[in-house]
Structures are given as C-alpha cells and as structure tokens.
C-alpha cells in the first residue's frame, strides 16, 4: 500500500514537473518570437516590422506599445495560470493532519470587490488606450499634402495597372487616356508623398506595400485612397492580399523610389510614345510586329501601334498591360518573372533607367510567350460566367514566332 502511495506521488510530480516545463516553453517561444524577429527575418522583402517610410512609421509607433503591452499580459496570464496549477494542485496523496473544518478547495474570491473592480478597469483602461491611438493613428494616416503624386491603382487578375494625374485634375471615368500608364512596378520618386486612389476593374484585391503602409482593398466601382512616401531611393515589393482567385498568391508588385531627378527622367521618358520605326528593324523585329499586330493587339496596347482610344476587350477586366516602354521594367506577369537576369527583389536602383550590366532574361520571356497557364495558374477560356476568360491564353505560336516576337519586344524601350 506504501509502495502504491510512493507511485502515485511521483505520478503526480512528473505531471506537475511536465506542467511547469511547458509553460517555461511558452513564456521561451513567445520571447524567441518577439526578439528573435529581427534576427530570423532579416532581409525580408515583405517585413511589416521594417518601416522605410513615414505612413509605415506611424503604424509601427502604435503597433509596438501595443505588441509590448499584449506581451506583459501574456507573460502574467501564463505565469499566474501555471502559479496556480502549481500552488493548488492535488495534495490528497500527501501525510498531512487536516485541521479541523478544513477544506480541499482554495480559499474562493468570488465577492472581492477589490479583485473584481481591478481586473475590470484595468482591461478597460488597456483598451482605451489602444483605441485612443488607433483613432490618433487612423487621423495622422489621412494627412495629405498639396504637392503629393496622385496616381490610380487598378487591380486586375493578376497584376496591377498605374496611370499617373499629371494635370492635376483628379480621376473621372471619362478619363481613358492618361498620359501614363504602366503596370506591376509603381515609380515614385523618393520624400515625396504619393496619394493612390485605389479600386478594381473585376473582383476585390487588395494593395499592401509592408513597408510604406498598411492594406487598402480594391473594390470593383469604388475608389478608395491610400498615400505612400518612401524615405530613400529602392525597391519595396507588395503583394495582394485579399483571395482573388487561382494566381492571388502570385499577384505581385513593386514600388520603385527614384531620386527626384531620375524619377523626372523616367516620367518624360514614360509620356514619349516612342514607337519604333519599322524602317529601322531587322527582318525579325519586322515579323514580330505582324505577329504581335495578329495575336496580341485584341487586349495588349502598344502607343503607335493601336489607337489613341483603344481599349481592350479580350479579359473579363476589359484590359490588360500596357507594353508601351515594357523593357523600362524589371518584371512582367504580376512581377513574378524578372525581365533581365542580375536582378534580385533586394537589389538596388541604381540601374533602373539604364538597365546597365543586365543582360535580358530570354528563357523567361520566351517560356511565357510559350505557355502562360502553364507559367502562372490562369483560367483564359470563357467559362458560363463570362464570354471572356481571365488571364493571357496560350496562342499556339510557333518557335520562329517566338523568336520573332521576343526580337520586337526589345524595341520597346
């Protein structure tokens, strides 16, 4: 019977032992995530704790206090959980005389009116203090200023579309023709703000550059704003962040931040249509051009190649990337392709405009000329939904075709 008792008293310290084993792990792994963030997650392209711009800043300075306090809290709930577990656990099995009237249960507080008003206002006074700051926040967020860029975003399945306000007139829906239009990489220039109006031309997506601001949602029919600054010239890649179907995971984008003057230079370069002469191409160029003209023109536009006012109807959004000044990018297909080989989504800006050192990515871009579904999930065949499918179909070319196509696409600068 002795042996019995000895038995189940290290039973029970083996489970008290386990109990408090685990709950030094939880205190260890919740310290590893805080602290250890910095380290596991360093150059992160995507790092929300990383701010490189005031609108990221001004989310940090309230996600921190809030992340600490969270933390403190958490550190007691665990330690007074396992205080408890550890304090009142079963002593039945323990040589102890009772005394009289005594009790198994610990002493009970239910009617402490000290206990119950602490741990009511305290959680109240926790959740005042975070809304006060997300309300301060939310204000400090709207803040715009007179001389800040204003561009459209347009969500597509899937990638993004940018046409910049140079006149400084806002946006209309009779404003089809913007003097800039671009897709998958926004250019800005650096220490300046950038206003975005923000929406879709089919279904929800959502915005999210990590490190120059929180997420705004792009809704099919309304316009929503979102402002952007970035401290210093770079890339900070995003991503869509609301299901949008088959590709939502590879919907991508980046914002590239030029100095002042290069962002000037880009600009002018982006308004100059730039159509390449046909008396100045090879043969090849010459045939990727009636190639381009026979298969692509139905939702791709090319300023010289199509008309002013052209717009495409071959996609349920109704359109697709401009390729005007495509090999000015570094990426295509929603920027989950790099355009020219030597480029990494950390690498600098150096050579953005000139494109100095990089060799083009042929293999890539003849691979998506190839096969697009099978470069990037899409469902381009009409469905019962819709007479037009989504995303660029396989076109069935041939590999003299390719060359030829990948040969006229180069001249688009």
């Known amino acids: 019977m002795v042996a019995g008792r000895v038995r189940g008293d290290a039973g029970k310290v083996r489970a008290q032992t386990v109990l408090v084993a685990l709950g030094v792990v939880a205190v260890l792994a919740f310290v590893f995530a805080v602290v250890g963030t910095e380290w596991w997650a360093q150059d992160a392209p995507l790092d929300t704790f990383d701010p490189a711009g005031p609108a990221a800043r001004t989310i940090m300075d309230l996600v921190t206090p809030v992340f600490v306090v969270a933390g403190l809290i958490f550190l007691l709930v665990e330690g007074l959980i396992v205080f408890i577990a550890w304090r009142f656990r079963d ?49 400090r967020l709207e803040d715009r200023e007179p001389d800040a860029l204003r561009v459209k975003v347009v969500g597509q399945q899937w990638w993004w579309s940018y046409e910049y306000d140079l006149d400084g007139d806002g946006f209309s829906p009779d404003d089809e023709n913007p003097e800039v239009v671009t897709a998958n990489e926004l250019v800005i220039p650096a220490r300046r703000q950038v206003d975005l109006t923000i929406t879709s031309a089919d279904v929800i997506h959502s915005f999210w550059i990590p490190r120059l601001n929180g997420k705004k949602d792009a809704v099919p029919g309304r316009l929503t704003s979102l402002s952007l600054e970035a401290d210093e010239p770079g890339r900070y890649r995003g991503q869509c962040t609301e299901f949008c ?103 600098g800006v150096e050579n953005y405009l000139t494109k100095e050192g990089l060799r083009l990515n042929r293999g890539a871009l003849e691979s998506w000329l190839r096969n697009p579904p099978g470069m990037k999930p899409m469902a381009p065949d009409p469905d019962r939904g819709s007479r037009f499918g989504r995303g660029m179909p396989n076109l069935g070319l041939s590999e003299q075709q390719i060359d030829d196509l990948v040969a006229y696409l180069t001249t688009l600068d």
């Open 245 to 347: 179907g088959l590709s939502h995971s590879r919907m991508q984008m980046y914002v590239v931040a030029l100095e002042e003057d290069d962002f000037r230079t880009w600009l002018e370069k982006q308004r100059d249509p730039n159509a390449p002469d046909e008396r100045s191409m090879t043969p090849a160029q010459r045939r990727g051009l009636e190639v381009f003209q026979s298969n692509c023109t139905s939702c791709h536009r090319i300023a010289g190649v199509n008309g002013e006012d052209y717009k495409g109807a071959a996609q349920v959004s109704g359109t697709a990337p401009d390729l005007t000044h495509l090999m000015s990018r570094d990426s295509f297909a929603g920027s989950i392709f790099y355009l020219w080989e030597g480029i990494d989504s950390w690498s």
């Open 91 to 139: 002593r039945s099995g323990e040589e102890s005389e009772p005394s009289s009237g005594s009790s198994s249960l610990p002493r009970q507080t239910h009617g402490h009116n000290l206990l119950e008003l602490g741990w009511t206002t305290i959680p109240f006074l926790i959740l005042l203090g975070v809304a006060v700051g997300s309300v301060a926040t939310i204000f």
